[in-house]
């Protein structure tokens, strides 16, 4: 009996708590205004210190005619909204921080980087930004909402073109066309540009491209204003003679990045009337040569996969001599002579 009136004293307490006093509750809300001109289509969020954009912010799950959100059944069995992406017009605004509660006074969030694509694919950036909450009160009684006051207006986080991030050119003046790997990826034809906006500055950045299979890196630092990187290195020619003496004939060449310990390279080979070198694996539409004392021949390093501008380099004949140069710098075309000096 006596837990039956301490649970009727308790629904007592809690009527009159719903329909004298009131339940109080506390929205904290920040919102991210666009006013670029143009039209939002893709937002990313992080805490400033962080490197993961992660996965882009402005979704909101799938609704019906009614209002009601429409769920799924994965594979898995499991069931979830379906979940779409939302643009943000031009001078409109969407809440990206929220936060209810009791407590009037909101938690205490870190700063915030903030980055926004447009639909012409430019980027902007807001970076350590602080979250100042909108905070309204509400008040519900039983089967009612009561009034909202607003507590504290903060102002959204606005983006102009103020804003816009960067632009780095990339332009190819290597006298080939180039594969772009980093930080975007794409091909530039020679004479040709390419402009993309990396979502970091104030640091230096790596422009790193092939040509063939040689590889090279460009460092530029991009601060507040555009930048541009002129790409100008490419792989030499090697023209390599024979001179080691009489009857020495060269049938491997080989090449290791200073310092290294593997070789790559193989037998001498043309295939499409261009000097090339194979692991000695047969190979169709290739004939392997030799290279006789007193003869030279052109091979291209953009043929060849190791990386630098240094390299040592030997020729071996078929009964096993071997020639070798030790730190050979190849930054532009040379002609590289092998004589018994330089016999191992």
């Known amino acids: 009996m006596k837990n039956y009136k301490f649970f009727s004293v308790g629904i007592l ?15 904290h809300t920040q919102a991210v205004r666009n006013e670029t001109g143009h039209t939002v289509t893709e937002v990313y969020i992080r805490d400033t210190g962080t490197t993961d954009w992660g996965n882009v912010k402005n979704v909101q799950a799938r609704r019906d005619a009614d209002g009601l959100i ?27 921080f929220r936060e209810s509660g009791s407590s009037e006074t909101p938690r205490t969030m870190r700063n915030q980087d903030i980055a926004i694509k447009d639909s012409n694919g430019l980027l902007y950036m807001k970076h350590n930004i602080p979250i ?11 089967l009612i909402d009561g009034p909202s006051e607003t ?4 102002t959204p986080i606005t983006f102009t073109v103020q804003d816009r991030l960067p632009m780095l050119f990339v332009v190819n003046q290597t ?31 790596d422009v790193v491209y092939s ?10 630092t991009m601060n507040n204003a555009d930048a541009t990187v002129t790409l100008t290195r490419r792989p030499p020619t090697l023209t390599i003679v024979n001179n080691t003496g009489v009857g020495n004939a060269v049938n491997i060449i080989q090449f290791r990045a200073t310092g290294s310990a593997a070789w790559v390279g193989g037998n001498i080979a043309i295939r499409n009337n261009e000097f090339i070198l194979i692991d000695g694996t047969a190979q169709t539409g290739v004939t392997t040569q030799a290279l006789a004392n007193g003869d030279r021949l052109q091979f291209w390093l953009g043929n060849l996969s190791v990386g630098g501008d240094s390299f040592d380099i030997r020729l071996q004949t078929p009964s096993g001599n071997i020639f070798q140069r030790d730190n050979v710098r190849t930054t532009a075309d040379l002609t590289l002579t092998f004589t018994v000096a330089d016999r191992r």
């Open 13 to 27: 307490s809690l009527v009159f708590c719903l329909t004298v006093a009131g339940c109080v509750s506390y929205n």
């Open 70 to 96: 429409i769920y799924r059944e994965t594979s898995q069995g499991s069931v979830v909204a379906y979940w779409d992406r939302f643009n943000i017009n031009n001078a409109t605004q969407v809440i990206f």
């Open 132 to 142: 100042t909450f909108s905070t309204t009160k509400n008040t519900s009684y039983i």
């Open 151 to 154: 507590l504290v207006t903060s």
């Open 211 to 220: 040509i063939g299979q040689a590889r090279y890196t460009e460092q530029v």
């Open 175 to 205: 006298g080939h066309s180039v594969n772009l790997l980093s930080p975007t990826t794409g091909t530039i034809a020679n004479n040709a540009r390419t402009q993309f906006q990396p979502m970091e500055i104030n640091r230096p950045i």
